[in-house]
């Protein structure tokens, strides 16, 4: 008998031309740690008497699929999930290293086609109508650098085959947190502890009365640029600036000797005045919970550069 196991399952993703219709090719296999993404109905408890103590049959509830999905940041495939949040990115380049630029604001995201399959069983559970909701990650001196990726999808389909075809490959080329660095108005910002960036487009779901019971769309709405800092409290350059009220850059990148890079630059960062508190004989630490906001003359709030060797997302 076959069970189920992670180190076998694998992901494919495409994105679609029409919302809620994967395409029939196009596929490329996806590097991921884990994937929440899946969908549930509940059922409802019947509430009707006159039957006995015993009651009726329940009756199925709302259909919804969603989840997380945590991916490596690295220098190829990453560029897949920042086009299903932040939208087509403008490319420059006439050959290999090209520069691929995403920005927030856009009116319109991407919906993408996303299969989980367990080959063991097999199982093969097609995700249509998929939108990015939000990305989240941490810098931090050491670990894994993963970014977790929230989705919603419009359904569910299972299959014992995998309808995706032939999967384009991607060769992973990974970031690590060692090659990661933090600058504010352009000067290497020192003493950070770690630092945690989240990206949302809060997505509105458009939960109308269908015969199959799907969601008719998600569409952003305002969206959101925030993170925390922990920084080693050395001076006052940051607390100043909460304290006056101005705004700075940041920026946050990774790079490899090899060429290839990514910068993720909040444009306008807002900084709380945070409690300076002294725990013990250690070092002081502050931590600044940051909002960012758009740029000068409506200018994107957030940003991203990926070069690598990928012609086309």
Not at 145 to 172: C, H, K, R, Y
Request: charge should be negative.
């Amino acid at each position: 008998m076959s069970r189920a196991q992670g180190a076998r399952a694998q992901m494919a993703l495409a994105f679609e031309s029409v919302y809620g219709t994967p395409p029939v090719t196009g596929f490329s296999k996806m590097p991921f740690a884990t994937s929440s993404l899946s969908a549930e109905q509940p059922l409802l408890e019947s509430e009707l008497l006159g039957y006995g103590r015993d009651p009726l049959a329940p009756v199925k509830d709302a259909f919804t699929a969603d989840g997380d999905v945590v991916i490596p940041i690295d220098a190829r495939a990453i560029g897949f999930w920042l086009k299903g949040a932040l939208g087509q990115p403008a490319v420059a380049g006439i050959a290999d290293p090209w520069t691929h630029t995403f920005t927030s604001g856009g009116w319109t995201l991407p919906s993408m086609a996303i299969e989980v399959g367990l080959p063991e069983i097999p199982r093969y559970a097609m995700y249509a109508g998929v939108v990015v909701d939000q990305l989240s990650w941490t810098m931090q001196r050491s670990g894994l650098l993963s970014m977790t990726a929230g989705l919603v999808a419009q359904s569910e389909t299972n299959a014992a085959a995998s309808v995706a075809g032939a999967l384009d490959a991607i060769d992973l080329v990974r970031f690590g947190h060692f090659n990661g660095a933090v600058s504010r108005n352009g000067t290497a910002l020192g003493n950070v502890v770690s630092t945690q960036i989240t990206y949302a487009n809060n997505l509105d779901r458009i939960e109308v009365i269908r015969g199959d019971g799907f969601i008719d769309g998600a569409d952003p709405s305002m969206a959101r640029l925030s993170g925390s800092m922990e920084v080693r409290f050395a001076d006052n350059v940051l607390l100043d600036q909460a304290v006056a009220g101005d705004p700075c850059e940041l920026v946050f990148s990774y790079g490899l000797a090899t060429g290839e890079a990514i910068t993720f630059t909040a444009h306008k960062v807002y900084l709380p005045r945070p409690r300076i508190e002294v725990n013990g004989p250690q070092g002081v630490q502050a931590t600044f919970d940051w909002m960012a906001a758009q740029d000068d003359a409506g200018g994107p709030m957030f940003s991203v550069v990926l070069t690598n060797d990928v012609e086309v997302y």
